[in-house]
């Protein structure tokens, strides 16, 4: 059975039908609508017609729906739909308005969310995978990374979620935090990020603090074929906004049935290729790689000088 799915949509009614139309497909019984309201009169039917996109069900549903009347921003109206939702809901899948899902993400997450509801040490069930190859015969692996673009969890695990990331300077701290990071990049770049979220300088997004929860209490799953396909790139998005190709990527088929590892150990490799493609391991090299050649001319010509 398809578990309870709360879908967030704001002002894209294009984007939200796709997605709309996946979740259709997979006929859940329960369907959270969550929306952010307008920020002007210019995105009132925008944001009309998106909502409208998001409840027109047709099959037998309990549609339950939380519509902002004014706009509370990405960040606060995730946080508190995230709240609303899993106050109802002891688990469930949830959604974006520009996350469309494959067939195969509904069934994936029931699994998950029914083989590892009691486990404690499994955190967070993500639609995604960024790997260069395939390297289990298993049909999904455990990552330090709860990706959030199409995702499943508990009650439980949103009880950990400290906004505010109250604990983050003593785990900073502490010797703990050495053994999270897999490379000196990875450690730079996700320490920025923590402190910045736990500072208030990032004011936009919510996840990094969902993250930091999951990446200190847990692992989660990451699947072993791509099941979720970003299509909000673009001057119409809040975060992504250039051409990023890695958004909308294909499908690929999930084993049937699903073939379950038989021990509970991090895919470290997995997760490099992750910082590497689906965050900015690559370009973090390049620069450094560019930056290292750019000076070579410049310490050739400082020893001519000298010499």
Known sequence: MTPAVLLVVYRRPEETARVFDAIAAARPQRLFVAAD???NGVEAHACAASRAAATRVTWPCDVVTDFS???V???TRMMSALSWFFSQVDEGVVLEDDCVPSPDFFRFCAAMLDRYRDDERIVHVSGETYQRARRTPYSYAFSKYPL?????SWRRTWRLFDPDMRTWPSFRASSDAAALWDTPDEAVYLTQAFQQMHDGAISTTWDYAWWYACMTQGLSI???ANLVMNVGGGAGATHTGGDIGFLC???EPLDDP???PPWVVRDKAGDMDTFDLRLPGEAMRR???LAHHLRRPFRWLSRSLRG
């Open 37 to 39: 309201g307008p920020r």
């Open 69 to 71: 009347e004014r706009n």
């Open 73 to 75: 921003g990405c960040r």
């Open 148 to 152: 959030t673009w199409g995702w499943a």
């Open 222 to 224: 990451r699947p072993a």
């Open 249 to 251: 990527r294909s499908f």
């Open 258 to 260: 699903i073939r379950h």
């Open 287 to 289: 620069q450094r790689t």
